[in-house]
């Protein structure tokens, strides 16, 4: 097969998946695939969490090293974490002097890096149920003017909040299916007015708290159809105000305004351009570049809105 041939073949099934499964609405563009399967620099073995700084993006995948790609795809530079953690960390966010932090996930523990990998502070490091502990620690972000959001799972689904110092302030949070309840919170996010935003993954939906830890609201259901959510694995909130959803179930991206109205998706199971197996993390740029880990393809494919 040519490589006009190719494309023209890529570009047919990234338009019947956005148009027929996917249940497309708005502008979705496919632009690039990133990278591919590997252990060597530059290639990526199940990327499982992305972050943005600047012009660089950030990805951990499950061979426990952070590697550092322009918003193009060429591949910079890596670097590993100091201590072997197994299978790497799961979650990733960019505080506001410009460091990466890390889940270290299985030493139970907040790295906050320099973007090349010089740790500048650690948070946790003791495995328990208490405050400043934790279990199995899934996802970190960043609060507006300093501290931390941090989720985790296992027997003990909670959430946690830190200051910027990382002394513990309040934790809410516990194992079932009911209002405020998690079963595998999976990932965080706290938008400007301090709103925090976790994605209840084997709930098969997003609650939405007050910085205090009041529920305030409830989305989703488990299915695959518009406004309905398998397994959100990741969210993130853009610089359009819309939250991107990434269900690792139903293999797609979708997207929600901060009320819980669902807009649309995009995506569908496969290996072509613009289909997913399995992804993992989503992230937006300022330019309203979508970045999406697609674990399961071993990629990063990058989508304009």
């Known amino acids: 097969m040519t490589r006009r041939s190719f494309m023209r073949a890529a570009a047919a ?31 990526l073995r199940t990327p499982r969490a992305l972050a943005i700084s600047g012009d660089r993006l950030f990805v951990a995948d499950m061979t426990d ?7 193009d795809g060429a591949f910079l530079y890596q670097w590993h974490l100091p201590d072997f953690n197994v299978d790497g960390p799961t979650g990733l966010d960019i505080d506001e002097d410009g460091n990466l932090v890390v889940t270290d996930t299985h030493l ?11 740790v500048v502070a650690s948070i946790g490091g003791i495995f328990g149920p208490g405050p400043g502990e934790f279990l199995s620690l899934r996802h970190v972000a960043v609060r507006p003017g300093g501290g931390y959001v941090t989720s985790e799972s296992g027997t003990q689904d909670r959430i946690q909040v830190f200051d910027a110092h990382g002394v513990p302030v309040r934790w809410w949070g516990s194992h079932g299916s009911g209002p ?17 935003l976790v994605a209840d993954s084997c709930n098969h939906r997003i609650q939405v ?12 259901r488990e299915g695959d159809g518009l406004g309905e959510l398998r397994y959100p694995y990741d969210l993130f909130v853009g610089p359009d105000d819309l939250v991107y959803v990434c269900e690792y179930g139903n293999h797609r991206i979708q997207r929600f305004t901060l009320s819980g109205r669902a807009v649309d998706t995009w995506g569908c199971p496969g290996r072509a351009p613009g289909r ?3 992804p993992w993390s989503v992230v937006v740029s300022n330019d309203l570049q979508v970045f999406v880990a697609d674990a399961g393809n071993h990629r990063i494919q990058r989508f304009t809105v």
């Open 180 to 196: 405020g309840q998690f079963r595998r919170p999976e990932a965080v996010q706290v938008y400007r007015d301090g709103r925090v």
């Open 108 to 118: 139970y523990r907040i790295l906050v890096c320099t973007p090349t990998g010089d």
């Open 209 to 220: 708290f007050s910085s205090e830890g009041e529920l305030l609201d409830i989305w989703g």
């Open 65 to 71: 090293r952070i590697q550092v790609f322009s918003l």
């Open 276 to 278: 997913f197996r399995d």
């Open 13 to 43: 099934g990234f338009i019947a998946c956005v148009s027929g499964c996917a249940r497309r609405r708005g502008p979705i563009e496919h632009v690039r695939v990133i990278s591919g399967p590997g252990s060597r620099p530059g290639r």
